[in-house]
């Protein structure tokens, strides 16, 4: 194979599998991972924190440390490290939410379509509250949904 010939993007369960999540399953439909999609992309949609990538590992380092800090905070991740999660890839919004688990921090760099730029929504497994990552064009943003009951 060519080094020059386009490659594809990965598949969102090859980009779970590749972070280190054991995938319990799937949640919902593709319409309800399609709804979570549009409301963070929302013009008026604005990051709870925006982190300029210009120091490299460090901003991904600060990233991850923010994220991580909000999922707990938020109860994003349940006590047994599971909770809901769509990644920007191949097909997304043709798929429902993934259930997932992580054995402890998460490393969030490579939940995206590009290693180093994360794109993805976490949810908690009731769906009250959503956290979103995206990769902007010279800042890591965090959007933050509360879904009331």
Same mark, same amino acid.
């Given at each position: 194979?060519? %080094?020059?010939? &386009?490659?594809?993007?990965?598949?969102?369960?090859?980009?779970? %599998?590749?972070?280190?999540?054991?995938?319990?399953?799937?949640?919902?439909?593709?319409?309800?991972?399609?709804?979570?999609?549009?409301?963070?992309?929302?013009?008026?949609?604005?990051?709870?924190?925006?982190?300029s990538d210009?120091?490299?590992?460090?901003?991904?380092?600060?990233? *991850?440390?923010?994220?991580?800090?909000?999922?707990?905070?938020?109860?994003?991740?349940s006590s047994?490290? %599971?909770?809901?999660?769509?990644?920007?890839?191949?097909?997304?919004?043709?798929?429902?939410?993934?259930?997932?688990?992580?054995?402890?921090?998460?490393?969030?760099? %490579?939940?995206?379509?590009?290693?180093? *730029? &994360?794109?993805?929504?976490?949810?908690?497994?009731?769906?009250?509250?959503?956290?979103?990552?995206?990769?902007?064009?010279?800042?890591?943003?965090?959007?933050?949904?509360?879904?009331e009951a």
């Amino acid at each position: 194979m060519s %080094d020059d010939l &386009p490659r594809s993007a990965p598949k969102p369960i090859e980009l779970i %599998d590749r972070a280190g999540l054991t995938r319990l399953g799937e949640f919902g439909t593709p319409e309800d991972v399609q709804s979570a999609w549009k409301a963070f992309s929302s013009v008026s949609t604005a990051p709870l924190e925006r982190i300029s990538d210009a120091l490299e590992e460090v901003s991904l380092s600060t990233l *991850e440390q923010a994220w991580n800090a909000l999922a707990a905070e938020l109860g994003v991740i349940s006590s047994t490290g %599971d909770f809901l999660l769509t990644v920007s890839g191949e097909g997304t919004f043709g798929l429902p939410w993934f259930h997932v688990r992580t054995a402890g921090r998460l490393a969030i760099r %490579d939940l995206g379509m590009y290693p180093g *730029e &994360p794109e993805f929504i976490a949810s908690s497994l009731d769906r009250s509250a959503s956290i979103a990552v995206s990769t902007e064009e010279s800042d890591y943003w965090i959007l933050v949904a509360r879904n009331e009951a």
